[in-house]
């Protein structure tokens, strides 16, 4: 049976229903919320906001589904059914893309190559982590002279609230849950406000390929007094999992405190690039302009910090305005288009506050700085141009605070150790890209930056396998691989008096 949101979107009107126990529901306070386009600002479909009665139905499916038949499943037979989750997301990968699309504005080249893709795989590589993980064991001597035999097992939290940002909404979201159903845990899935769409499809999936009821739930609304804060306050969530700004993660971690919930955070950056005069320049162009501009600069990894070392500072600055300008903005089908417009009105207006704030700080402004004009009806989108900034301090608020919008400030430097102070000089840890030939900086100067993700010579290239995270204000925990089953399960000794 098609769910809510396919009638919707088959008759050009979307409805974004809750998903609670295999099914799609509305609010039983009959509230919802509008969801508009960023491209054009127009009204795509209309939310329904989860109030206490749908998270409490949602945790309350959630808990009957752990005692049983998912809780009883199987490794084998789990990872068989997020193989298929992930089958059926690349079956219908065109409803997928369309809807995420139509959320965030982004191009379809960049989604059509990362966001779906990347969406499903995040089922299977954790279906395989699982059934290849080892426990340990420890023989123990005892004074009868016979011994003990300790062994370890895995079992999952339980109930994992899973709270969602907008940026990379089915990458981020399925990057947690992937994990979660893997370990055996059943999930309520609290999407950004701004972005409901594919969590909703994902639904429509779980029950195609026979996930039982109540193991994948999602629930709409915003934060603070709404679904957001409803869930990560309910008795009946095990942990928590959240990704989005530092001061959400304070309040998320706040309320876990009651119950001693465990919790998961991947939160804001200040992120810092380091370009070296020996790097290969045309290549560290073309990835300092992917950290800065990609998904119109809102990606938590991206760059906003830019260090130069001086004697190539005016040739690259040159270069990055060369790139900024050539970035087209514009429908995201449309093949030319290079840029999507910011999440919305409100985040545009937000960019723009730094933009102004910049100046006032004392920025040169390099390249834009503004609203790009657009004409017919795009001209309601929430656009901003790509902005290049130099000569501000690097005490300034501009250098200090995440803006998330396809800006940059670029910063010369004369000294390995100047850069590594500047670099490290920020509340925030969460990423760094650095470009050099020279083999024995490269090493020194990634174990000298204090973040949780270094790249040399690349930028948000992803092994699944690896720990992701961030340090200091930027995060807790390391989710990927292996790494996310320290989250995702709880390690349990038993001990066999032989
Ligand atoms: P946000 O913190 O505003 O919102 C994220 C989610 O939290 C939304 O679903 C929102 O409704 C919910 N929320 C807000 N307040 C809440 C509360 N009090 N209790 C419970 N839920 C609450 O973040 P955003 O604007 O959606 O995303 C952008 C931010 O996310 C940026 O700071 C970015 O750096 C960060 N981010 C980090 C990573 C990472 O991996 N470190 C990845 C992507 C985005």
Redo the contacts with the bound molecule.
């Keep these: 049976m098609n769910s809510p949101i396919e009638k919707g979107v088959q008759q050009g009107v979307r409805q974004y229903l809750n998903f609670i126990n295999g099914e799609f529901v509305a609010a039983r306070s009959g509230k919802t919320f509008e969801n508009r386009s960023p491209v054009d600002g127009r009204p795509i479909g209309t939310v329904a906001e989860a109030g206490a009665p749908e998270v409490d139905a949602a945790v309350a499916a959630a808990r009957a589904a752990m005692v049983g038949p998912w809780g009883t499943m199987d490794i084998a037979k789990r990872s068989e059914l997020l193989y298929a989750v992930a089958d059926e997301i690349n079956r219908r990968f065109d409803d997928f893309l369309q809807a995420e699309v139509a959320d965030t504005g982004k191009p379809v080249s960049l989604a059509s190559h990362l966001d779906i893709p990347r969406g499903a795989a995040n089922f299977k590589i954790f279906a395989d982590v699982v059934k290849n993980v080892p426990t340990e064991s420890f023989q123990m001597a005892t004074p009868d002279g016979k011994g003990a035999l300790n062994y370890a097992i895995r079992i999952p939290k339980g109930v994992v609230g899973v ?6 909404p089915l990458l ?1 979201m399925t990057w947690k849950v992937g994990p979660a159903l893997a370990c055996g845990n059943a999930v309520i899935v ?5 972005t409901p769409a594919t969590a909703t499809l994902l639904g429509g999936v779980m029950n195609k390929v026979g996930i039982p009821q109540g193991v994948y739930n999602v629930i709409h609304g ?3 007094g709404s679904a ?2 409803l ?2 306050r309910h008795d009946g969530v095990d942990a928590l999992t ?5 001061a ?1 993660g304070a ?2 971690m706040k ?1 876990a405190a009651d119950g001693i919930r465990d919790v998961s955070f ?4 200040k992120n810092a690039g380091v370009v070296f005069a020996d790097c290969d320049f045309d290549a560290a162009i073309d990835g300092i302009g992917r950290a800065v501009f990609a998904n119109c600069g809102q990606v ?1 990894l991206g760059t906003e910090r830019v260090y130069v070392e001086r004697p190539i500072f005016d040739k690259f600055v040159a270069a990055l305005k060369t790139r900024a300008e050539g970035l087209k903005p514009g429908r995201p089908e449309d093949k030319a288009t290079g840029l999507g417009p910011l999440i919305s009105k409100e985040h545009q207006q937000k960019v723009l506050s730094y933009y102004q704030l910049a100046v006032k700080e004392g920025a040169k402004v390099i390249t834009g700085g503004g609203v790009p004009k657009m004409t017919g009806d795009l001209a309601n989108g929430a656009w901003i141009e790509p902005t290049i900034w130099t000569g501000l301090a690097e005490t300034s608020r501009t250098m200090k605070e ?1 803006i ?1 919008g396809p800006c940059c400030h670029v910063t010369p430097f004369d000294t390995e150790d100047e850069v590594i102070r500047m670099a490290n000089d920020t509340k925030y840890g ?1 990423a760094t890209t650095i470009w050099t030939t020279n083999l024995s900086r490269a090493h020194r100067v990634s174990a000298a930056i204090r973040v949780g993700i270094t790249w040399v010579n690349s930028w948000f290239l992803r092994d699944l396998r690896t720990p992701f995270g ?1 340090s200091k204000q ?2 807790i925990g390391r989710e990927g691989g292996v790494h996310s089953l320290e989250f995702y399960t709880e390690l349990r000794n038993v001990c066999v008096k032989l």
């Design positions: 709270i969602c940002p907008w940026n990379l981020l609290k999407p950004s406000e701004e915003f934060g603070p957001g804060e869930l990560t959240f990704t989005g700004e530092t959400t309040a998320i309320a991947e939160l804001g950056g938590c995440e998330f969460l961030g930027s995060g």
